[in-house]
């Protein structure tokens, strides 16, 4: 009986260390498939934010020139535009708590979800 619980011991002991160790595998594969997509996020909306911008201050320009041609006043054009942007800078401000919501709730969706 000592023998066969001695056997048992220690095959529950192999049995746990297997374990520990599929579980240490299982871990470091899912950090890095969300390592590997968050990475692969980022980039992405990175790229896409500096063309945006790039497109965003062209087309600032050209409406700036615009207006400035149409008021006769190439710095009141300049001023308009730049009116724009701080009305639109408001009410980012004004609405930043449920920006802030949505972004956390997407964040979460994205980052914590299960297969």
């Known amino acids: 009986m000592s023998k066969k619980l001695s056997t048992i011991?220690?095959?529950s002991i192999d049995n746990s260390q297997e374990y520990l160790k599929n579980s240490w595998e299982y871990?470091?594969?899912k950090l890095f498939l969300h390592t590997a997509e968050f990475s692969t996020t980022i980039i992405k909306y990175g790229i896409l934010s500096i063309f945006g911008l790039i497109a965003l201050l062209l087309?600032?320009?050209a409406l700036s020139i615009y207006l400035?041609?149409?008021t006769e006043s190439m710095s009141l054009g300049f001023l308009i535009v730049g009116a724009i942007y701080l009305v639109f800078l408001l009410l980012v401000f004004v609405l930043k708590n449920p920006l802030e919501?949505?972004?956390i709730e997407s964040l979460s969706k994205s980052i914590l979800h299960d297969e």
């Open 68 to 70: 400035g041609n149409l």
């Open 27 to 29: 871990y470091k594969l």
């Open 59 to 61: 087309f600032s320009l």
């Open 101 to 103: 919501t949505k972004i």
């Open 9 to 11: 011991t220690s095959e």
